[in-house]
């Protein structure tokens, strides 16, 4: 016979006297219970070694030529002037802004049929496909130079801005074209799916129905194509011998001599190149990180 003895719980055993206690753990401080020094300390540092170049090109751009002020004052325009009309900075400015919308637009439309294609249809040489896109990442640039000049030499395209077009449009795809098919493979094919139903086409289903879904992924591409081809100094270097064909790296290239740089026509260039950059930015900064970021994973 089982009695309520025999099932009660055996005590637990006493401890030994001379057994330490154990020690407490320490509870790690949340993030609001940390010092704000140790947040802003850090952060006031990268502070200053970011604001810091800058402010120097300020100062050399604005300040007067052979001034070793540290304030700009009195600020002068100068060096902008300088470099706008007697550099032909104008010029530059201008191919520039052409080589960089044509190339955000050849790029954005591109990588918007090719991701299409690769989020939405299956064949056979598709893994391969992606696995070339993904190994053309490692290529370097300076690369593709020989035969790229090879290539519009024979097509008589040297000292030509399309040239730069083509290249840097080639150059920007691959990246392009896996963000563009990641972020519509995000996109239910249900919805083309009840469109088709509703009497509609391929095409005009996905004008309809998806296109609008992807403006942030579609902004992240083309701002990207654009920065970059905004920035990219080999291409234009290599494929443009005419003065009046160069873009703004190019033209600011030439400020430095092997002899003596002007500081503040080349501080006043580069304000000049940065300022379309940072506008963009400014106004695209909450598509651009939604429409990397959605590209980036399929949900």
């Not at 609001?32 to 170049?53: A, K, M, N, S």
């Not at 399309?162 to 080639?170: D, K, L, N």
């Not at 799916?193 to 289903?205: L, N, P, S, T």
């Not at 291409?235 to 003596?260: C, E, H, R, W, Y």
Request: overall charge positive.
């Amino acid at each position: 016979m089982i009695t309520k003895e025999a099932i009660a719980p055996a005590p637990a055993p006493a401890r030994a006297d001379h057994e330490p206690p154990r020690p407490a753990r320490k509870r790690r401080p949340a993030w609001d219970e940390v010092p704000r020094w140790q947040i802003y300390l850090p952060l006031g540092i990268y502070l200053v070694f970011t604001l810091v170049p800058f402010y120097w090109i300020l100062l050399f751009a604005l300040r007067p030529a052979g001034s070793t002020s540290l304030v700009p004052w009195p600020m002068t325009s100068e060096h902008f002037e300088k470099v706008w009309t007697d550099r032909s900075f104008g010029t530059f400015f201008q191919n520039s802004v052409y080589v960089g919308v044509a190339t955000l637009v050849m790029t954005t439309l591109v990588a918007l049929a090719g991701g299409y294609a690769l989020a939405r249809f299956d064949f056979k040489v598709k893994r391969v496909f992606m696995l070339g896109l993904l190994c053309s990442q490692f290529v370097p640039g300076a690369l593709l130079l020989v035969p790229l000049f090879e290539i519009f030499a024979e097509l008589q395209m040297i000292n030509s801005l399309g040239s730069v077009i083509i290249a840097e449009t080639v150059f920007q795809l691959p990246l392009s074209i896996i963000l563009i098919s990641n972020f519509i493979k995000n996109v239910p094919y249900s919805l083309e799916e009840a469109a088709w139903v509703d009497g509609c086409g391929r095409f005009r289903a996905f004008r309809i129905v998806v296109l609008p879904l992807l403006r942030p992924g579609l902004i992240a591409v083309g701002s990207f194509a654009f920065v970059h081809s905004w920035n990219h100094f080999l291409f234009a270097l290599m494929f443009l011998n005419n003065q009046s064909k160069q873009t703004i790296p190019v033209g600011l290239n030439s400020l430095m001599s092997a002899d003596s740089v002007d500081l503040g026509a080349l501080a006043a260039g580069g304000i000049i190149a940065a300022v379309p950059v940072v506008i963009v930015f400014a106004f695209i900064q909450k598509w651009l990180i939604t429409g990397f970021s959605a590209g980036a994973v399929k949900g």
